[in-house]
Nanobody, 115 residues
């Protein structure tokens, strides 16, 4: 079965950086686009970034454009989210996503940005 395991969250000060990772198993990773979403307390889950199967195309939410970078290593079945210039409003649980016949999600990793 498809499994996604995120890691790399934590507590960071405003302006700091974090790098999230998500390892996929049970799927031909290199065949699918991957995405990151996030969900802040009391809010709906929202799109953050996506990357095509070949890394040739990326797309970002306006709120993170220029600060976050999504990348992938198909040899390691891993997708990354480099987050720089973090703001308190980036505080959320971050989820890795792959859409095959349906959406699959990881368990999430908490990112907290203190002001």
């Amino acid at each position: 079965q498809v499994q996604l395991i995120e890691a790399g969250g934590g507590l960071v000060q405003t302006g700091g950086s974090l790098r999230l990772s998500c390892v996929a198993s049970g799927v031909t990773f290199s065949s699918y686009a991957m995405a990151w979403f996030r969900q802040a307390p009391g809010k709906e889950r929202e799109f953050v970034a996506t990357i095509s199967w070949s890394s040739g195309r990326t797309s970002y939410a306006d709120s993170v454009k220029g600060r976050f970078t999504i990348s992938r290593d198909n040899a390691k079945n891993t997708v990354y989210l480099q987050m720089n210039s973090l703001k308190p409003e980036d505080t959320a649980v971050y989820y890795c996503n792959i859409r095959i016949s349906r959406d699959y999600w990881g368990q999430g990793t908490q990112v907290t940005v203190s002001s």
